[in-house]
């Protein structure tokens, strides 16, 4: 915590135990149940507004509630005539700079924050870890160039650390939102790329939603962040650089369903290491917290998936692949055995809010 | 059988009436009806959203027609709800405020308001040929650019051609304003109401051409193949936003003013006194406008513009609050040591202080740059503009149309059913809006077509959705009253609040042409200083004699139903080159008006003296 705010912090806690009750939102949704550094930094400038504003309501309140019971017409007034004041410079005066002066006490905060927020120092010299954020309708593409691994819908982070994100569309804006552990930032198509970091306290698995209006399905674009500790995460690094493609399945249906997969489905969708394809890079599939990153995970819904996409999700660029039902349940055998890493979000130890 | 006959012609002479009228009393009431009728329509989509979100995983409409309803709610609300309401206002009453006897242009009054409604229907026709719009009202691009289907074509088109009417009106109100006062009533005498016009007549002016740019980067885009904001071709998406809210900002303090003038004069009629801080009020209008247009970006900080272009964007925007606050007290302190009468008026301009200080309040929040990463696009948002537009434009409009009621239709919206149509619909606004604020930190993005099960956002989108019923049912009762005071209530009176402007001093309805003799303005609230003074009526600055009033036209109408027409051709002529017929015939019809304006010479008609005193004497 910084500067002024810092400072200010104990004077808050008040309002925050009065504002927002425990039940105020899901555990790893909800801005107002911070997991890291972005979201918590927010939620204290958000107090720090809303405790200048509640002061400024009062005092308005005050002045209309006893505007509004002293001088209502009473009956038998009604031919009274009011003296007809034209103002007073000296009130005028201290609605004017009273104001003034609150607005600067939130401003520097405010400043403060946005600034730091935006910082984008240390970058990969020092081993920061950096992170290639691609929005594509109805699903988010994870790329760690530095690792050379890449991987779609679930994002695996170190937890005390900053995590910087390079972040783009491939189609549409899209706009990338963890409300737990940091503020949003827009994925632009073209040559805007912006930049953001995620400092995620805990471990935990964390809801991530798309926040940028990108089409029929954009309420149905959600993703996780899975914090892990960092030797979870270098392990999980390193299980994603080892991962082979062309590994045989063990069972009889999983390995026709790769056969199935490589027919129908590699041109879209890649095993390892890939740049941002039409669809989601699969690898470790088999750990996912979700399908389409709506559905709960099972083969049924799997299944269900690969065979009407579009009526999970409307608009999606997954249509008229038309697999067969015995196809399609040997093509989910085979996805749901991709299970590439030992660190997987049941291992995380804080998975309270998921589901 | 021939009773029949006579009453259609009489039927067929009112509308013909109407669609030739120059008349800016008669214009008020075309713009009312067209802006009630989308409000009505608007506010149906709003209940189908507030249904469809009833409850987790809900599929009461699909994804795609929820994504079309949002849009026409939010593009109907502004643009052909709320802007033509206000100009039916500002019509109706800021001639008769200012002592004139007309606007300054009264054919172009009838053109800006065809425009809109042509505009205005040729966007609502797009329901019935494949699909409404469905990016948004702010269309963003590349989601806007590449919608299949026709409906943002509809979007571009429908608002380019209601948005031409709007800055006709706009820069017809400006022109009156300034021209057409009576003699004495000088700029720091023109009662709030005006002044708000004035100024929200310069915005529209100055904001409305960007997004007429806008509008036309993006119909080359769709329909010409051009590439201002496609990526892949070295456009650029984000200049369509910037475009949308240069005007789409200044366009909130558009809506809002005029309403902000309203209360003004409200308060000021209904505490008996004087407006405190007539000057302090009239230079915060004037800042709010000026600072309205340097504070766009707010809508864009997470689009990534950098931390020092956010922070300046933030700190202009908290800068809005200083004028704003300094209206709020000062509507505190005219109600102070006043004598409060809570008439229906009253009392939608009493619920609006709190309601929009909340507004206000969320938006000062809003503006800190840093905590809208976590505010932007999510329902804290839709909770915050809906407590300003809502909270400040609707309730000004119920407001003004209360107290101005009489003026326009010459009777008194039944005060009882008046305040029955009020608490619904308040409480309802409360409980619809309130609650979102938490949804929004909840973590519930706006825009979103269902939410599911273990979000903990059940509840609180089930208590908004059984407000929204509520508001519904306020805005049928205030409909009951229309119908009931026109068939129940008797003629009202000249002056029926004891109010203070010079519309209270001629007869309710206005005859048609406003003031038999222009009146002398002696000071502020000129009315009240002749009351005071002992005097029933104004005092003339002129002797009677006769007036010049314009002739009626069609044309008006057939240059906005020319454009209606070409519209068609442009969206269509992408799938066949013979829709060129249409643009050709539209263009033609359009252009062939405008020639036959220009070329033929219309003088008006003089109404003469012993007319007029005839007249006067018959009223009295």
């Not at chain 2, 960007?210 to 904001?229: E, I, K, N, Q, Y």
């Not at chain 2, 508001?471 to 009202?492: C, D, H, Q, S, W």
């Not at chain 2, 402007?501 to 002398?520: D, G, H």
């Not at chain 2, 002696?522 to 009677?544: F, S, V, Y």
Request: charged fraction near 15%.
């Amino acid at each position: 915590m910084i500067g002024l705010m810092g400072k200010l912090r104990p004077v808050f806690i008040f309002s925050v135990l009065a504002l927002f009750l425990a039940g105020c939102g899901e555990e790893n949704l909800s801005a107002l149940k911070p997991k890291g550094y972005g979201a918590e930094l927010l939620l204290d400038l958000m107090m720090i507004s809303i405790a200048i504003m509640l002061f400024v309501f009062v005092i308005v309140m005050a002045i209309y509630t006893f505007v509004l019971i002293r001088y209502r017409r009473k009956k038998g007034e009604e031919d009274f005539i009011p003296k007809q004041t034209e103002g007073n410079k000296s009130l005028e005066i201290i609605w004017t700079v009273i104001p003034i002066l609150l607005l600067l006490i939130l401003a520097v905060p405010t400043v403060q924050a946005t600034f730091d927020l935006a910082d984008e120092q240390p970058r990969s010299e020092d081993g920061s870890i950096t992170i290639e954020v691609t929005g594509n309708q109805y699903w988010w593409h994870f790329n760690y160039p530095d690792q050379e691994v890449s991987t779609s819908q679930d994002l695996y982070i170190p937890t005390g650390e900053r995590v910087y994100l390079d972040m783009t569309s491939s189609d549409v804006i899209h706009s990338f939102w963890v409300p737990s552990i940091a503020g949003k930032m827009d994925t632009n198509p073209g040559g805007n790329e912006n930049t953001m970091y995620l400092e995620a306290y805990e471990e935990g698995v964390y809801w991530g939603h798309c926040a940028e209006l990108c089409g029929p399905s954009h309420s149905l674009m959600d993703f996780r962040v899975v914090a892990v500790s960092s030797e979870e995460y270098d392990q999980w690094i390193s299980d994603m650089q080892n991962i082979d493609a062309e590994a045989t399945p063990e069972t009889a249906s999983a390995q026709d369903g790769k056969a199935a997969f490589e027919n129908s489905c590699m041109g879209c969708h890649a095993i390892g290491n890939s740049p941002a394809g039409v669809g989601p890079n699969l690898s470790n599939f088999g750990n996912r917290t979700k399908i389409a990153g709506i559905l709960d995970y099972n083969k049924e819904n799997l299944v269900d998936w690969i065979m009407n996409p579009d009526e999970i999700k409307p608009g999606n660029k997954m249509q008229g692949y038309n697999v067969s039902e015995e196809e399609a349940q040997q093509i989910a055998d085979y996805l749901m055995q991709l299970d590439h890493t030992e660190v997987t979000p049941e291992t995380v130890s804080n998975s309270s809010g998921e589901e | 059988m021939s009773n029949a006959i006579a009453q259609q012609r009489g039927l067929a002479a009112a509308i013909w009436d109407y669609m030739t009228t120059v008349d800016h009393k008669k214009i008020a009431h075309l713009y009312l009806v067209s802006g009630g009728l989308f409000f009505l329509i608007g506010g149906l989509e709003a209940m189908i959203i507030r249904i469809q979100l009833m409850k987790p995983d809900n599929d009461f409409i699909s994804a795609g027609l929820y994504n079309e309803m949002i849009t026409m709610h939010g593009t109907t609300m502004i643009f052909l709800a709320a802007m033509p309401i206000i100009f039916a206002l500002m019509n109706a009453v800021v001639p008769l405020q200012i002592g004139a006897r007309d606007v300054a242009f009264p054919f172009l009054n009838s053109l800006g308001f065809w425009l809109f409604l042509f505009g205005g229907l040729l966007l609502n026709v797009s329901w019935f040929t494949g699909g409404a719009p469905d990016a948004g009202w702010t269309n963003y691009a590349p989601l806007s650019t590449t919608s299949p289907g026709h409906g943002i074509d509809y979007y571009v088109m429908g608002l380019q051609i209601s948005g031409a009417g709007t800055l006709i009106g706009g820069i017809n109100f400006l022109v009156t304003i300034i021209n057409m006062r009576a003699p004495g009533m000088t700029y720091m005498r023109m009662p709030l109401f005006t002044w708000t016009s004035f100024i929200t007549s310069t915005l529209i002016l100055f904001a409305f051409p960007a997004l007429t740019v806008g509008l036309f980067l993006m119909m080359f885009d769709r329909m010409f193949g051009s590439a201002f904001f496609d990526v892949t071709a070295g456009g650029n998406e984000i200049i369509w936003e910037h475009l949308f809210w240069i005007f789409g900002h200044p366009e909130v303090y558009i809506l809002i003013l005029p309403l902000f003038g309203a209360f003004s004069d409200i308060i000021s009629t209904f505490s008996k006194k004087r407006l405190f801080g007539y000057s302090a009020m009239v230079f915060a209008t004037v800042l709010i406008g000026f600072l309205g247009f340097m504070v766009w970006a707010h809508h864009m900080f997470t689009v990534g513009l950098g931390p020092i272009a956010n922070s300046i964007f933030a700190v202009s925007t908290m800068a809005i609050a200083v004028p704003t606050g300094i209206k709020i007290f000062n509507w505190l302190f005219t109600m102070w040591g006043g004598s409060i009468k809570m008439s229906a008026a009253m009392l939608w301009t009493v619920a609006f202080i709190p309601s929009f200080t909340i507004g206000g309040m969320t938006g000062v929040m809003l503006a800190s740059a840093a905590a809208d990463y976590q505010y932007h696009d999510t329902y804290f948002v839709v909770g915050h503009f809906h407590y300003v537009i809502v909270g400040g434009v609707v309730f000004g409009i119920f407001a003004a149309l209360h107290y101005w009621w009489p003026k326009m239709f010459g009777k008194v919206l039944n005060e009882k059913l008046g305040h029955w149509a009020f608490w619904p619909f308040f409480i309802g606004f409360h409980l619809t809006f309130f609650i979102q604020h938490f949804l929004g930190l909840m973590g519930m993005p706006r825009r979103y077509w269902t939410y599911f099960e273990g979000q903990s956002l059940a509840t609180g989108n089930m208590i908004s959705t059984v407000g929204a019923f509520f508001m519904a049912l306020g805005t049928l009762i205030f409909l009951y009253n229309v119908v009931y005071t026109a068939i129940k209530e008797p003629r009202a009176s000249a002056d029926p609040w004891d109010g203070r402007t010079l519309e209270w001093s001629i007869p309710s309805t206005p005859p048609f042409y406003n003031f038999k003799q222009t009146p002398l303005v002696r000071g502020l609230d000129p009315l009240w200083i002749e009351k005071m003074e002992g005097r029933k009526g104004i005092t003339p600055a002129e002797p009677l004699g006769d007036i010049h009033m314009p002739n009626g036209s069609i044309l008006p109408f057939l240059m906005s139903f020319g454009l209606f027409i070409a519209g068609f051709g442009f969206i269509y002529q992408v799938d066949h080159n013979a829709w060129f017929i249409a643009v050709a015939v539209g263009m033609g019809l359009t252009l062939g008006s405008m020639l036959t304006r220009s070329l033929k010479d219309d003088l008006g008609y003089h109404i003469h003296k012993e007319d007029l005193i005839e007249k006067g004497e018959g009223k009295e």
